[in-house]
Nanobody, 126 residues
Framework: QVRLVESGGGLVQAGDSLRLSCAAS????????MGWFRQAPGKEREFVAA????????AYADSVKGRFTISRDNAQNTVYLQMNSLRPEDTAVYYC???????????????????WGQGIQVTVSS
């Protein structure tokens, strides 16, 4: 089992930055492709970003490209999402996900994901 715990969310203004963290415990962290998803009120959960096991490859949703950066520190068992130039439409609950069955590219489908965090609220005011 892998336990994922997100932190770093909150209320910010448009144009501000936030960094989300997701700390993992359990099986070896480097065994998993890690990613971030989000769900806004009344909408389906959507892919945000993913990173390969050792960080060589990343993938992003078009809506966040150039603004968000995903990274990981395998020594700290943590994956990060640096969010810059935040917009009101980025308001959502953000979820960390882990999978040993996908690549950083295929994680965007939302299929075959093994573990999820409990989610953390990010609210961007205009």
């Amino acid at each position: 089992q892998v336990r994922l715990v997100e932190s770093g969310g909150g209320l910010v203004q448009a144009g501000d930055s936030l960094r989300l963290s997701c700390a993992a415990s359990g099986r070896p962290f480097s065994s998993y492709v890690m990613g971030w998803f989000r769900q806004a009120p009344g909408k389906e959960r959507e892919f945000v970003a993913a990173i390969s096991r050792f960080g060589a490859s990343t993938a992003y949703a078009d809506s966040v490209k150039g603004r968000f950066t995903i990274s990981r520190d395998n020594a700290q068992n943590t994956v990060y999402l640096q969010m810059n130039s935040l917009r009101p439409e980025d308001t959502a609950v953000y979820y960390c996900a882990a999978s040993a069955r996908v690549t950083s590219v295929t994680m965007s489908s939302g299929q075959n994901l093994d573990y999820w965090g409990q989610g953390i609220q990010v609210t961007v005011s205009s």
